[in-house]
């Protein structure tokens, strides 16, 4: 299950409780505007017994971010990387 996903089911307010977050990160986690960084990544799939796995906490983050021009141009202007490896 996707973080945004597992957010939106069990509220702002209760998430952050459970990751020990402000109630605002868990909204902004939930809309896709942030995500986690990795340990908190980590913390949040152990607390959901993989419910929302380390990677799904990723999963609203665009594989890229691109400008469509009038004479139909596309110009990628971030490459963000979709999986972050991490040795366990």
């Known amino acids: ?4 996903e597992y957010i939106t089911a069990n509220g702002d307010q209760a998430s952050a409780v459970l990751f020990n ?3 605002r990160t868990a909204a902004s ?7 986690p960084k990795p340990m908190k990544a980590r913390e949040i ?4 017994q993989n419910v929302v ?5 990723f999963d609203t983050i665009p594989s890229n971010v691109s400008k469509e ?4 141009r596309e110009e990628n ?8 490896n ?3």
């Open 1 to 4: 299950m996707r973080l945004s």
């Open 21 to 23: 977050v402000s109630p």
């Open 29 to 35: 986690w939930r809309r896709g505007e942030r995500s």
């Open 45 to 48: 799939a152990a607390k959901t």
């Open 53 to 57: 796995s380390f990677s799904e906490c």
């Open 69 to 72: 021009y009038s004479d139909g």
């Open 77 to 84: 202007i971030v490459e963000i990387p979709r999986c972050i």
């Open 86 to 88: 991490v040795q366990h």
